[in-house]
Antibody, heavy 121, light 107 residues
């Protein structure tokens, strides 16, 4: 069974940093693009960042570019999101999402349960 | 960026009714288009990809149609477990991948 388990969320002050992790199981992790998608309280879905299976190609939403860094460790089947210079508007549930096919984004196939990030003083 | 406009933003319907949700893209996206269902307090779930292909395990009462800029999600006979918010999403060419604002369905 394909599973994604996020961790690392919590309460952080504005300007602070957090590192989210997503441990994957049940599929060949290195063969799939992975993404982070967030949802602010009571709001819709927002794609945040994506990463190719090899880890070479990265992409970011304009709202996080220059502050967030996505990476992966294929030897440990783990996806990361390093979040720096956090703002109140980054408050959201962050979902780790596996793409439907390998090389490029086609659809957000499998979602983790999410990890909550709250940016507040 | 490609904008997706969903309508209606919410609807209320009875069990057994047929409902349709519409999503319009700001530019042509061929069939690079997906639908998701999110139940309260849960992670979203992929329902339909490539505009009209039903994800494995999704009931056949769900269907998707469209190409270019106009897309629809239809539930042919609404069931109590279909109460959720539905989102459209485009996967055309390059990021950013964008979502519609969501349609809340009440039974």
């Amino acid at each position: 069974e394909v599973q994604l388990l996020e961790s690392g969320g919590g309460l952080v002050q504005p300007g602070g940093s957090l590192r989210l992790s997503c441990e994957a199981s049940g599929f060949i992790f290195s063969s799939y693009a992975m993404n982070w998608v967030r949802q602010a309280p009571g709001k819709g879905l927002e794609w945040v960042s994506g990463l190719s299976g090899s880890g070479v190609a990265t992409s970011y939403a304009d709202s996080v570019k220059g502050r967030f860094t996505v990476s992966r460790d294929n030897s440990k089947n783990t996806l990361f999101l390093q979040m720096n210079s956090l703002r109140a508007e980054d408050t959201a549930i962050y979902y780790c999402v596996k793409d439907r096919v390998g090389a490029t984004h086609t659809a957000f196939h499998i979602w983790g349960q999410g990890t909550k990030v709250t940016v507040s003083s | 960026d490609i904008r997706l406009t969903q309508s209606p933003s919410s609807l209320s319907a009875s069990v057994g009714q047929r409902i349709t949700i519409t999503c319009r893209a700001s530019q042509p996206i061929s069939s690079y288009f997906n639908w998701y269902q999110q139940k309260s307090g849960k992670a979203p779930k992929l329902l339909i990809y490539d505009a009209s292909t039903l994800q494995s395990g999704v009931p056949s009462r769900f269907s998707g149609a469209g190409s270019g800029t106009d897309f629809t999600l239809t539930i042919s006979s609404l069931q109590p477990e279909d109460a959720a918010t539905y989102y459209c999403e485009q996967s055309h060419n390059n990021p950013p991948w964008t979502f519609g604002q969501g349609t809340k369905v009440e039974i």
